[in-house]
Nanobody
């Protein structure tokens, strides 16, 4: 059974850092691209970042570019999201997602698998 499990969320002050982790199981990690999505209170879900395991290409939403870094450890079947310079508007539930082959840009509907999410709260 395919599964994605996120961890690393928590409460942090403005300007602080967190690293989210997503452990994948039940499918071939190297065949997939991985994304982080988030949904803040009263907001629509949005894609934050995507990484292609095939060549390491990465994509970022403009709102997080220069502050967040997505990476993978293929040996551990794990995807990370390093978040620096956190702002109150980054407060959200962060979800890990996987789609076959590449970052399609189709958003949440293009995912093959997704996790339950981890809550990040940034206090002002």
């Amino acid at each position: 059974e395919a599964q994605l499990v996120e961890s690393g969320g928590g409460l942090v002050q403005t300007g602080g850092s967190l690293r989210l982790s997503c452990i994948a199981s039940g499918f071939t990690f190297d065949d997939y691209a991985f994304s982080w999505f988030r949904q803040g209170p009263g907001k629509e879900r949005e894609m934050v970042s995507c990484i292609m395991t095939s060549d390491g290409s990465t994509y970022y939403a403009q709102s997080v570019k220069g502050r967040f870094t997505i990476s993978t450890d293929n040996a551990k079947n794990t995807v990370y999201l390093q978040m620096n310079g956190l702002k109150p508007e980054d407060t959200a539930v962060y979800y890990c997602g996987a789609e076959l082959d590449y970052c399609s840009g189709y958003g949440w509907g293009g995912l093959d698998y997704w996790g339950e999410g981890t809550l990040v709260t940034v206090s002002s």
